[in-house]
């Protein structure tokens, strides 16, 4: 057996802008999942799988991994949580059988940064065994009660295999005690501005001091596209990366709102290549510039960076470049 090299290399930005859950107990949907235009696919073992049917829904899932066919997607599955006694053999069974074709695992219910650090050294104790790439494997962590929004920020710095911080909004509704039926909706009384707004901005701060993506999670009545909207805007407007799917009719909503508008991504491109150029020689070694009616500086990079990262990880294409002036 070789010997497995570690990671070395910072994780790739992976575009995340829809996210959507596929039971792993249910070989059709997994088929189904193949063709749709989720940017990530997580294929549950968790909440969408009953007790009985775990065992083979984790065999369905790694053949499903193993025939492939999800090429531009991310392949995520979430496991179950570590109070559970199924989390170990699902994080084995998984890993093992198709760690290869197996881009991230998913820890819901994610209380402290111990339960992140867990999961790490038991992947990389699979990683070593198989001789397969060490520390490839990311860790999305799911925040779902009170406990585990207090730690975020160790959670978000436990591992260097965190790529996303995940809200779970029903679990964390009754964790809380929330006066609602009604997941990610503002509750009964609340009428004055966002019931969820100083959740959200936490764990998007926590995401951003540590460099790992935000997700906001499902919307669960899946055939209120309005709803879905209203919602997502809500978490994109913020500054999130992308939010759950639990119906292929939710996909394309989320893919529009998480993508920059065109005119933005055209916008930040252009941002880039003019700053580039009038700070170089050529340019004149101007630390701020005339870009049209606006002045761009170090600022206007930084703003523009992250546009763009955005938009090339969703695969947008520009349409009107920077010409310099003669």
């Not at 995401?207 to 999670?217: H, L, M, P, S």
Request: with cysteine.
């Amino acid at each position: 057996m070789s010997t497995p090299k570690a990671m070395t290399t910072p994780r790739a930005l992976r575009s995340r802008r829809s996210n959507l859950a596929v039971p792993g107990s249910s070989p059709k949907m997994l088929e189904k999942a193949r063709g749709l235009v989720a940017d990530q696919i997580f294929m549950d073992l968790e909440d969408a799988v009953a007790p009985l049917a775990k065992p083979e829904a984790r065999k369905n899932i790694v053949a499903a991994l193993n025939e492939g066919g999800f090429d531009g997607k991310v392949r995520s599955v979430r496991v179950n949580d570590w109070t559970t006694q199924w989390t170990y053999q699902d994080v084995v069974e998984v890993v093992e059988g198709a760690g290869p074709n197996l881009d991230c695992i998913m820890l819901p219910k994610v209380q402290t940064a111990d339960q992140v650090v867990a999961l790490d050294l038991l992947l990389t104790q699979i990683e070593k065994t198989n001789g397969f790439e060490v520390g490839r494997i990311g860790i999305e962590a799911q925040i779902e009660n009170a406990l585990g929004l207090i730690n975020v920020d160790a959670i978000a710095q436990a591992s260097p295999r965190v790529e996303t911080i995940i809200f779970g909004p029903a679990d964390f509704m009754a964790s809380i005690n929330m006066k609602s039926l009604v997941v990610g909706e503002q509750p009964p009384g609340y009428d004055v501005g966002d019931a969820y707004h100083y959740i959200l901005m936490r764990i998007l701060m926590a995401a951003r001091a540590f460099d790992k993506q935000a997700i906001d999670g499902p919307y669960l009545q899946i055939k209120d596209v309005d709803g879905f909207r209203r919602v997502a805007g809500r978490a994109a407007a913020l500054g999130f990366d992308g939010k759950w799917a639990l119906h292929p009719g939710q996909l394309d909503a989320a893919n529009e709102i998480f993508s920059p508008r065109q005119d933005d991504y055209d916008k930040a491109e252009m941002i880039l290549d003019a700053y580039d150029y009038y700070t170089s020689a050529a340019g004149g070694a101007k630390g701020a510039a005339m870009l049209g009616d606006e002045m761009i500086d170090e600022a206007s990079r930084k703003m523009a960076l992250v546009v763009s990262a955005k938009g090339r990880a969703a695969g947008m294409a520009r349409t009107q470049t920077f010409t310099p002036p003669e």
